[in-house]
């Protein structure tokens, strides 16, 4: 048999069809963007800052907050902008009072049942919005269960989780395909465990810390961050990040190292980096100790 | 099952340097300036009493490119020997030499991001998703993008369960496969006749050589049922786009160079090479083992990859040195171990590298490294090499400790920077080579890491175009990248595929080898075939991951399958004697259904607990020098009866 005939260029990349750009009303500006962004996409690109905690940049959306929600012209209900693709003559407002309700309620609920204190800007957006967690009263629905340290590696504080699903889509069939962790129980006993809600270290974890650099408000950390907030110790003020190579393997990580004092303290990947989107293996996030064994 | 009691051995950072003030004797600290006279007296003396040629250079694979451009200017310059190598050659030199010999360049044809976007995926002796698990992650998307992924390991490993067919062969029957696979492509009339014809020599040849290995003779030797290597050969011919990757199953044997040239043939039998989402590509196993070679870290190139033996080469880089670069080929590590046993070699410098335990057959090496007369050992740590070392100088940690770039499997050249002040009086690995090379009459400077890596652009065309500045603005870049206002191409060698013969090059040429099992073969003394490999959680001699306290990690165990366990009688965690033809280590026993009978599995990230390397043999591939530590023959002796068990199946 003989292959058909190459093209005469055989060296393009096939880039697929060009994006159109398309054109919508945001905030009764006229703005353009490539066919196939979210309205949140738009948003950002035109400097507007929308509220997200289940948006994941290296995720599918998954609509489980609602916390971006903006109004379009002529549906009934809100739209989370972090799915919602923008089309051609739609009217988007991000600010109407609708909108701005809707979020504050958010996070009222979301502050009032977990523990947002290692939330990243939670406490802006509450005053931004004027929300206040605190009129549901002391009682309000609150899991109050202790820290799991189960592992040397990371710690889970479900008081911290907000059920988003980030880090059951990235140790899933989106990044990691380990499939440890899942949502578990219906309803208002939904919870995310591993299998049996057994310790970390009967489970398939294979402690790649995926799930850590996804998690949106610290219910998944570092031991090492966490024994530092219990010491007190934690300041990320005085942490540097500097972006280098993994030394294991030949794949070429992308490594950023927070460290604190001259000790790493805590290792993430650039999330658009073409190597590592963001994920790492067991090695290369949790593998550095030797460089500082320093006595 | 309760936890073994384990006290892994960890490193401490060396904060100064130490000396030997006689053989034998003891290691003690010392200061900079006498380390360094120390270091550079034995070089220089070693040079003059037995000439440039009694001087090697150990460069590391997990330092940056810079340091290893330095480290073999220091060798050809300042010694005037090309005995420079690195650990490549305990890994992948079979791969750069096979790859070499039929492209002409060293590197991985494909990108990662290529593997997203294929038809078939064909994991060869790779374990990825233990071994590489971010490149792995590309090849899941490129499963969920709908490729078809077949595997080829003789173990059932985590990477095989993601496959549409595992195909299970025996231990160093690649080739076999290989060309049944080869053969049952051309008796189908699947191959790409357009392409062998305008592209590729030698096929007529290579359909001869095939011919004999039909499905029912290769099931015989491969132990793979006929018809799943027919169903790999249609399935790997008839894609649209398929990726061919190997990892050390492939290399680690005695014909290494042999068993990447049989692989690569496929790609030229189907055209699956030289086009995007088409490729063969070896995973590298260290950080920078390719940019080492690159730097010219390797015996028989300059930096650039550049052949020695080439005469315009040559003197390009003896005008820009200003000095006579020998027209000859070094020796490899293989070569300088051999060369110590023979009393040629006298003096190594050992930069980052740990031979007394990663080289196969551990208590040779360490003979060997004995009988230098002058051992310097540059490290961030006391290693067992380090401990035989007349002059440890302590070094900064590449990756956190220094800035410089780093070269992946990819051919991606990416920035590494210093986040961490180094430890006591550890100085960086280039600035040492520089005082030595100082204290032997060569005054170099460079202001910082990127003037060293100007210099190489300078020389090394396939770099020219990588600034430092354009490294950063995009995420690194794969060479050959000979233009600063271009973007290179993801994919290399697609001058194959054009019809002009000008632009074409040089043919690819089909590498006509034949089956030569493993040189330590089973028998009723030594009935089980041990391979080795990684696990997730361990690197190596375990130096850097000792120190880190994996939930997954349990430590060294002899890997049998569930069968093999029960006919010699024993339990999970039961310690036993394993014996090779070569030396004897203590294990406990560890049961893994992804065995098979007759085959057993170990690593070697444990050496201070369970000494691996006295198992494996100091077989080597003659081309690449690469030994063969994924075949070894053993027997399971029980501990408390003393006497070997009933022989297993082999």
Known sequence: MTAPAMPRNTSAVPLGLPRRLIEFTLDGQQVRVPEGSTILDACRAEGKDIPTLCEGDTLRPKNACRVCVVEVEGARTLAPACSRKAEAGMTVKTDTERARHSRKIVIELLASSVDLSTTPRVEEWIKQYDAKPDRFGPDAARLNEEPRVDNDLYVRDYDKCILCYKCVDACGDQWQNTFAISVVGRGFDARIAVEHDGPLTESACVYCGNCIEVCPTGALSFKSEFDMRAAGTWDESQQTETTTVCAYCGVGCNLTLHVQDNEIVKVTSPHDNPVTHGNLCIKGRFGYQHVQNRD | ?650
């Open chain 2, 1 to 650: 099952m309760k936890k073994r009691d384990r006290t892994p051995k960890t490193y401490s950072r060396l904060t100064h340097p130490l000396v030997r003030d006689e053989k034998n004797g003891p290691l003690r600290r010392a200061t900079w300036d006498e380390a360094l006279a120390k270091a550079a007296e034995g070089f220089r003396r070693n040079r003059i009493e037995h000439g440039p040629d009694s001087f090697a250079m150990l460069s590391c694979a997990r330092a940056t490119n810079e340091m290893n451009y330095v480290a073999q200017k220091f060798t050809r310059v300042v010694m005037g020997t090309n005995n420079v190598d690195s650990c490549n050659r305990t890994c992948h030199a079979p791969s750069v030499a096979g790859l070499s010999a039929v492209f002409g360049s060293g590197g991985g044809t494909s990108s990662y991001e290529e593997v997203e976007h294929t038809d078939f995926i064909l994991m060869w002796g790779s374990n990825a998703r233990f071994a590489h698990p971010i490149f792995f992650q590309h090849v899941l998307k490129g499963i969920r993008n709908g490729a078809r992924m077949y595997a080829v390991d003789p173990r059932r490993t985590s990477t095989a369960e993601w496959a549409e067919s595992w195909l299970g062969l025996n231990v160093g029957t690649d080739i076999p496969l290989a060309h049944a696979v080869g053969r049952e492509i051309i008796a189908a009339g699947l191959h790409n006749q357009s392409f062998i014809d305008r592209a590729t020599t030698g096929f007529e040849d290579y359909k001869k050589l095939v011919e004999p290995w039909t499905l029912s003779l290769a099931e015989k030797v491969t132990g793979v049922p006929a018809a799943a290597i027919k169903d790999l050969a249609h399935a790997y011919a008839s894609a649209e786009r398929a990726q061919l990757c190997w990892t050390l199953g492939i290399t680690e044997h005695h014909n290494g160079t042999d068993n990447v040239r049989a692989l690569i043939n496929l790609s030229l039998l189907t055209g699956h090479v030289g086009r995007w989402g088409a490729g063969v590509q070896p995973l590298r196993g260290q950080n920078n083992v390719q940019g080492g070679g690159d730097m010219g870290a390797i015996p028989n190139r300059l930096p650039g990859f550049q052949d020695i033996l080439d005469d315009g080469h040559r003197a390009k880089f003896e005008s820009a040195w200003d000095v006579v670069i020998q027209p000859r080929y070094g020796m490899t590590l293989t070569d300088m171990f051999e060369a110590m046993e023979h009393g040629e070699l006298k003096a190594v410098y050992c930069i980052g590298e740990n031979p007394a335990q990663s080289e196969a057959d551990s208590d040779q090496a360490l003979r060997r490294l004995q009988a230098l007369d002058h051992l310097v050992v540059q490290d961030i740590f006391l290693t067992k090499t380090a401990e035989l070392a007349d002059v440890v100088l302590p070094a900064t940690a590449a990756w956190a400790e220094t800035d410089g770039t780093t070269t992946n499997s990819e051919r991606r050249v990416q920035r590494v920077r210093a986040a961490l002040t180094p430890p006591g009086e550890a100085r960086e690995d280039i600035d040492i080579i520089c005082d030595i090379a100082g204290l032997l009459g060569h005054d170099w400077k460079w202001a910082d890491s990127q003037a060293v890596w100007d210099e190489l652009r300078s020389l090394s065309p396939d770099h020219f175009g990588m600034t430092y500045d354009r490294l950063e603005e995009h995420h690194g870049l794969q060479w050959p990248c000979p233009d600063t206002d271009k973007l290179p191409s993801s994919f290399l060698h697609g001058r194959l595929w054009e019809t002009d013969p000008e632009r074409r090059g040089t043919p690819a040429a089909f590498g006509l080898v034949e089956h030569d099992p493993p040189v330590d073969l089973t028998d009723e003394n030594f009935p089980i075939r041990l391979t080795t490999g990684r696990r997730l959680d361990s690197y190596n001699t375990g130096v850097q991951t000792g120190s880190f306290a994996s939930p997954l990690r349990r430590g060294e165990y002899i890997e049998l399958c569930p069968e093999d366990a029960e006919s010699l009688g024993v339990q999970v965690g039961e310690e036993v004697r394993v014996a090779s033809r070569r030396g004897t280590v203590t294990a406990p026993v560890w049961v893994d259904p992804a065995l098979r009978p007759g085959l057993a599995f170990m690593t070697f990230h444990f050496p201070d607990e369970v000494d691996t390397n006295q198992l494996t043999i100091e077989a080597n591939c003659p081309i690449a020098g690469t030994a063969e530590f994924k075949a070894s023959a053993i027997r399971i002796e029980k501990l408390h009866t003393n006497e070997p068990v009933a022989a297993v199946r082999s």
